[in-house]
């Protein structure tokens, strides 16, 4: 009896699903911005030119059929027939992943501004946020200036008596390479396997002015308008949570001034670890 | 030896008893053109159902001999260039029985479900209707297939079905109408296809009466086809007989008034031969206890 229920978990299943693991690549210009420099009264006097890796947004990667370079200004997923006129046609991914996810991190000010993977520790993001002109303020609008603070509304909001529960800070996903350009490891499970398929993505840049700072640090993949409200006396707001189906329908979320992947990543085994450089920055139509 | 007795006590019935029975009523209908009604036309002319017969249909499905195939009913549309609402009311009515002893607009009776049905609407463009009108029932689903070669299923099924916070693809269930909103921009005069799906078919009879209404609304949606606060069943009064007054004329109309008007006529018709509503069995006080009306 053990013998055949041990070899009844021999089985193979054939399930054409993967476990990629590879690396995404960004030009160092993609973690580059101008960005505003304010006077000792807070009012912006100049810019200035920053590199950092906070400013890499959510970078979204899946595995589709191949690449249409036709139907828009950029190299975008093979897409299905269009069929509701409104809306593109589905891209059909095979599997997909992100580096980074939002992460609603303790401040309502906060809703969809920050990303997992980016920030080292609380007065990280609050020395980041100033950097963008958008403090960090509490729920009064008091300005948040020291991370001990920081910290204990974390543990009063997510009843949290440890740093590791938060998501938001701790190792960042991105490293500089030789060349002086960025580099993360991504992890697509599940993947159905088609050789000759292609891995792509994209990155949301961060809305950034260094003249009007109102929104500075939003993305176009996170919604406040739906869902995940929360009523706390006389705070409404919203956490934010990323929108549905970035990667079937990427021409909605990709806006101006976002890195795409250059559509050249071409997977031939299931044991390739595949490099997707997002190298290909949207200017507009 | 236990084994083979077992085996025999999964032989004492055959479960046909609950199949519905085939009768004179079509197991796939095709009801034809149906024309979009003008929705300013429709309310000027005080929204009387039986005034538009090319825009709103009454008809009847039944069960079909293979209780495996789909059953149900086809109509067919032209675009108008903008919206078009479709509206399905399927036999007859229902509501819940409030178990509070208290409150006003409390059903006090049951409902007597087993001369309710359930239909459910899909529409799009008769080009991706794969059933066969009047014959069977398909869908809309298609396939694509990459230029990798693999199949992905499509859905050209543009009637998404709203509930009352106006979330998609709801199936509002039992006796209960459905509507939705199709898009025809760019495609005024191409022929639509709107293939209503039987998800059930009353108990009692097995035949299900049913009223499906198209309306041109422009560039809104359905609001415009009901009255303010309207219920969506009191839109086409005697559905469940095709449209002709029958045993259910008084419960529907007693709905449409209130939930008072509903318990002073099952409290009238208790004794008729096929009472619309049935008499409840327990109520609530109110405290946490369940209380034996004695019924």
Known sequence: MLILLSA????QENIPEVDFTGTVVLPRAAATRLLPTFDADGNVNGSQEVTDTRLIGPIFLGAYAGIDNASFAYPHPSMGPIVDVSVPGNAFPYGGTSVGRYDFACYDVLGCKVVTGRFTDYDDVLEYF???GRPVTDFDGTEIENGSTYQQQCYYYYYATSDEEMSFIGAEDFTENSAGDFEATFHMPH???????VMWGFMDAPMMSALTTDNNGTFTTCSTADDNYKDDYNNTYSEGEQVPDALNYPSLSITTGDWVGDGNTVVESADDAPVVNLSFQYTGE | MSLVFLSLLGCDHTGFEFRPAPSDAPPVADLGEVVPLDVEEWKSGGRDPFAFPE???????GADENPGNVTGATAHFRGTGGNVCLVVDPEAVYWARSLAATGAGRYEYDDDFTDDGDIDMDAGLTAFYTGSPGVQMGDFKS??????GVDHEIEF???IQTGYQGAADVHAGRATAEQCVVSTDQQAGTEFTVALRTFSLPLNDSKMGFAIGVFDVGDAKCDGVFENGADAECLFPNEGNAGAEGDRTGIEAAYCEGAKAVNEYCAEHLGDENPPCNEPTETYDGGGASVDTGA
């Not at chain 2, 825009?55 to 499905?61: H, L, T």
């Open chain 1, 130 to 132: 100033r950097l963008i």
């Open chain 1, 191 to 197: 993947t159905t396997f088609t050789p000759g398929m």
């Open chain 2, 157 to 159: 099924n543009a009637c």
């Open chain 2, 143 to 148: 396939a694509y297939t990459d230029e990798s």
């Open chain 2, 55 to 61: 825009s709103i249909v009454y008809a009847e499905v």
């Open chain 1, 8 to 11: 009844l978990a021999c089985y």
